[in-house]
């Protein structure tokens, strides 16, 4: 496994190519996603090889927290 690729779209609806994609390295514990407060979010992961990207996984349901208020 060399790689990971996430998508990541508030409408599932959407088609993938609308959805956003992250590239994230194999031996990386940490990438930087922007996404908005309060907002349901689902993602899609796949992995990447040599032999190319893997079958994508079942959406994953998450939500941001609010911000804190200044």
């Known amino acids: 496994l060399q790689d990971y ?3 990541i779209s508030d409408d599932p609806n959407q088609p993938l190519s ?4 992250y590239a994230v390295g194999g031996d ?5 996603i ?3 407060p ?6 899609k992961i ?7 990207t893997g079958v994508l996984s079942e959406p ?3 939500e941001t927290v ?5």
């Open 60 to 62: 994953l349901i998450f």
């Open 18 to 21: 609308n959805w956003k994609e």
């Open 46 to 52: 796949a992995g990447v090889t040599a032999l190319g």
């Open 38 to 43: 309060n907002t349901v979010y689902y993602a």
């Open 28 to 32: 990386s514990l940490e990438s930087l």
């Open 5 to 7: 690729v996430i998508y």
């Open 66 to 70: 609010q911000l804190a208020p200044e």
């Open 34 to 36: 922007t996404l908005d």
